[in-house]
């Protein structure tokens, strides 16, 4: 449900891929940009939906912050390790945007399992993800991972340790991917209730 | 037989008759071409008189009957119209003869000044063929056979329609594989070009076939048009899909750029007043050359303590390339800090168009800042928690 009526386009702000577009959106109507979107080089898609689920009763400047604080914590952490590194010192991601992407990659599930009533018993059935969805799944488990802490521990230094852990393939959100992932290997017997 | 022959040598005259009233018009679109091929075949005329005597189905006779009264009813309300123009024509003091249509509308517009929003609901005064929707002529001769194939579809223009585009595309297939076996390649030069257009909607279709259609046969109908028009070799039926297109107004050249003003001091100026978002009202002046000093109701940026409402001000700047070349003063009211920052940002690149190029301010209207943002608060409904959210469901 949109105000604005279905042939309206929504805004693309990058200039390069304005120009490929160009000529079929000339007599397009666009959308207006969103109050959240910019073109300065601190934009990113990703980290912009991350801070969407950080956010709690429409607080966007205190998730904004949250975040921004997590960032300063993840450099600062990868620039002690590349200092301590003895050589080999390539390898050290200190970009905190790059580690944020790929710890999301890393847990990012591909299955999930599904209950469906067949025969009067419910069946775990193992069903793939679209990938919106898949993206979701492991935000919502990397906050989780981190809201469950002590109180003496502010969220942005947990939520920065479970990035770091999951961007090099460890920690607990990796694990629970992994766990699901196991699980749906083991039902895989019943991966045709999906259809019959 | 020789009853049937008669019948349709009547509908054929009736056709050309139309046909002459069509080109008489002088209707230049494609649109005009396309509604005039159907009217032909639609449009009720004064029934035939000599049909009569023959022995006359029931069908036949019904609408002999309802055509003749719709021809009566058809002349009498034309015959008001005439009359109507001419009071209106006297009251203000213009030449009966001359009195346009566009005159009529200034005449009742002054006449009857209405208050209400909905321009619908306002008085007005048209000619009885617009005010009364054509009808679709019989369909069936005297002994009650229908002349379409597809009758009995209840909609036979609109399935014919179907028919025909589906032909076209099977004609283009049949091209584009003989030319495929030649080693032939379909002309890049003249490829068609439907960037500007867009299929008749959904009423103006309806009105081209003067039939009712469902919006599932809409769907059919774009589906297939789509399909026609996505083949390589679509320009060879060009004349075929032009009359199912419509042009689409250009959106680039559709609003006119400011030209700056100067003020005392030697420099460029635009103000762009009424710059609106959710509840907040600004008025937005930009200032050429300037060293990017921004004022908001007599502060500095600052005003914003939010850091994403402070991107959202420099946002068009930096898109532009014009950060630190020109100086904003904006005044406020209303709103909370999102909506007023909203509300500067669609100000600030309003007026930069007066100092980009025009490339450029085709580039801003597809980043979408020169959209005005009409979204408000949705209202919380009743029996609902909020304007979306449900109370829990509770059984008993």
Redesign the interface.
């Known amino acids: 449900m949109s105000?604005?009526p279905q042939?309206f386009v929504?805004?693309?702000?990058n200039?390069s891929l304005?120009k490929e577009?160009?000529?079929?959106?000339?007599?397009?109507?666009?959308?207006?940009?969103l109050?959240?979107?910019?073109?300065?080089i601190f934009y990113g898609e990703l980290k912009q939906k991350f801070t969407n689920y950080i956010l709690k009763e429409g607080n966007?400047?205190l998730a904004?912050e949250l975040l921004t604080k997590t960032f300063e914590i993840i450099k600062r952490t990868q620039i002690e390790r590349l200092h301590l590194a003895k050589g080999d010192k390539g390898s050290i991601i200190t970009d905190a945007e790059t580690l944020l992407i790929n710890a999301i990659e890393n847990t990012r599930p591909l299955l999930h399992l599904s209950a469906i009533k067949r025969g009067g018993v419910k069946y775990q059935v193992p069903i793939p993800l679209t990938e919106k969805k898949s993206y979701f799944l492991a935000m919502k488990w990397i906050l989780e991972a981190a809201r469950e802490k002590e109180r003496k521990v502010s969220l942005p230094e947990k939520l920065a340790w479970e990035i770091l852990d999951a961007a090099c393939g460890q920690g607990r959100v990796v694990k629970r991917k992994d766990d699901l992932h196991r699980l749906c290997e083991s039902n895989r017997a019943y991966a045709h209730y999906r259809w019959s | 037989m020789a009853l049937r022959v008669f019948g349709l040598n009547i509908i054929k005259n009736n056709r050309n008759i139309l046909q002459n009233v069509g080109k008489t018009n002088g209707v230049p679109t494609n649109q005009g071409a396309a509604a005039a091929l159907y009217a032909t075949q639609v449009t009720v005329e004064a029934a035939p008189a000599a049909v009569q005597k023959q022995k006359v189905s029931k069908a036949m006779k019904s609408y002999l009957k309802r055509a003749n009264e719709h021809d009566e009813f058809m002349k009498t309300q034309h015959l008001e119209f005439q009359i109507g123009k001419r009071h209106l024509a006297n009251m203000m003091g213009a030449d009966a003869e001359t009195f346009t249509q566009e005159d009529i509308n200034e005449a009742i517009s002054y006449l009857f000044p209405s208050g209400l929003y909905d321009k619908k609901a306002r008085p007005t005064m048209r000619t009885p063929d617009e005010v009364f929707p054509a009808r679709k002529a019989a369909e069936f001769d005297e002994t009650g056979r229908p002349f379409h194939s597809m009758f009995y579809t209840a909609k036979p223009n609109f399935f014919q329609l179907l028919h025909d585009i589906v032909e076209e595309t099977n004609k283009l297939n049949d091209l584009e594989e003989r030319m495929l076996r030649r080693g032939n390649k379909p002309d890049e030069n003249q490829k068609l070009e439907t960037?500007?257009f867009?299929l008749l909607p959904k009423e103006h279709l309806e009105r081209v076939l003067v039939e009712q259609i469902a919006d599932i046969e809409y769907q059919n109908f774009s589906n297939s048009m789509e399909r026609l028009i996505a083949s390589p070799y679509a320009y060879k039926s060009k004349a075929f899909i032009e009359r199912f297109l419509k042009p689409?107004?250009?959106?680039?050249k559709q609003l006119e750029v400011p030209k700056p003003k100067i003020d005392e001091q030697g420099r460029q100026y635009i103000t762009t007043y009424e710059c609106l978002r959710k509840t907040a009202r600004a008025d937005v002046t930009v200032r050429l050359p300037g060293t990017g000093k921004i004022t908001i109701n007599g502060q500095d940026i600052s005003y914003f303590s939010?850091?994403?409402s402070k991107?959202?001000l420099?946002?068009p700047l930096?898109?532009c390339d014009m950060l630190g070349k020109v100086d904003v003063e904006a005044n406020v009211e209303g709103g909370g800090t999102?909506g007023q920052?909203?509300a500067i940002r669609?100000g600030i690149a309003m007026s930069l168009r007066s100092f980009v190029d025009q490339e450029m301010i085709?580039?801003m209207?597809?980043?979408?800042?020169l959209?005005?943002?009409?979204?408000?608060r949705e209202r919380k409904k009743f029996g609902q928690e909020g304007a979306r959210r449900k109370y829990t469901w509770k059984k008993r």
């Open positions: 105000v604005y042939h929504d805004p693309i702000i200039k304005q577009k160009a000529h079929e959106l000339s007599h397009i109507p666009i959308k207006p940009a109050n959240v979107s910019t073109d300065s966007s400047a904004r | 960037a500007g867009q689409l107004i250009d959106q680039s939010v850091e994403q991107e959202q420099l946002f930096h898109f999102s920052a909203g669609w085709e580039s209207r597809l980043a979408g800042l959209t005005r943002d009409y979204r408000r």
